[in-house]
């Protein structure tokens, strides 16, 4: 198949990790359905090979929309990438636990469901990639960061299960875990996670799209269940 028959699912299309895969996809000729709330920032990646749909990714109902419309737009979905995420953080005792609990709904609750539910078509067609947006905080902990983490630990359980369970097929899943990226995803905190951690160049989105190319370009025999890429200053 050509990347013109294939069909890829990005979620948080409308910034960050999302955006730069999605527009990379657009670039590469795939045919490309994003998503997230934002429909004035999907619109940039307006093109013939981009279908936008404009939605709360942690509304039940809005993921099912999703599932419809790639199924009755091209009958086929070939990869499914993860990327909407949002973080809170804070100490677990203090932390704002509606935050919390709105986070483990769209970091937990919507991964699982859509990927479940795409990983059925994937089953009927005999293929799919899910590509999951996970973080390092998938793979250790840090004070005030333990409720975020405990979403990407969710996600790589999710993951590994699947990885073994998938063993023999043509279906896959792949986690990255990066460190810092420059994107929205820390626009408001008081002191940014850079001059805290003192990283003095994060990784950029593009960055973050040479993994994803790379995890794709890997041949049919090859895995690559996780990968992690950081900043050269991160020490912890
Ligand atoms: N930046 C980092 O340092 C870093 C490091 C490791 C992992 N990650 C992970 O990378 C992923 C992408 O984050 P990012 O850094 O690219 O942040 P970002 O720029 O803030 O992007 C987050 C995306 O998620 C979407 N989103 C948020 N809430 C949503 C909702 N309820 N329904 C639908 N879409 C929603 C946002 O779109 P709308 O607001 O338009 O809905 C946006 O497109 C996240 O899972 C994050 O945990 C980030």
Redo the contacts with the bound molecule.
């Keep these: 198949m050509s990347n013109g028959d294939k069909v890829c699912l990005v979620?948080?299309?409308?910034?960050?990790?999302?955006?730069a895969i999605a527009d990379a996809l657009r670039a590469d000729g795939f045919q490309v359905v994003a998503t997230?709330?934002?429909e004035d920032?999907l619109l940039q990646l307006q093109a013939p090979n981009v279908a936008i749909l404009t939605g709360?990714?942690?509304d039940a109902i809005f993921q099912d929309k999703i599932e419809t419309f790639v199924y009755e737009q091209f009958g086929r979905c070939d990869y499914l990438f993860n990327?909407?995420?949002?973080?809170a953080t804070g100490t677990i005792e203090a932390i704002d636990i509606d935050k919390v609990t709105d986070m483990i709904q769209?970091?937990v609750t919507a991964t699982f469901r859509l990927t479940y539910k795409l990983l059925k078509r994937f089953r009927q067609q005999g293929s799919g990639h899910v590509i999951n947006?996970?973080?390092?905080l998938g793979t250790k902990v840090r004070p005030t960061a333990g409720a975020y983490a405990a979403t990407k630990f969710a996600m790589e359980a999710l993951s590994e299960a699947l990885r073994m369970e998938l063993t023999g097929s043509n279906i896959q899943v792949s986690c990255i875990e990066?460190?810092?990226?420059m994107?929205?995803?820390?626009k408001d905190w008081e002191v940014h996670p850079k001059d805290g951690m003192g990283i003095h160049e994060p990784l950029s989105t593009g960055d973050i799209v040479a993994t994803v190319k790379f995890i794709m370009q890997q041949p049919a025999h090859v895995r690559i269940p996780r990968l992690m890429i950081l900043p050269k200053d991160h020490n912890i």
């Design positions: 979620t948080g299309a409308s910034s960050g990790i999302g955006y997230a709330r934002r920032r709360d990714l942690s990327c909407a995420g949002t973080i769209l970091n947006i996970s973080s390092i990066p460190g810092l990226v994107t929205e995803l820390h």
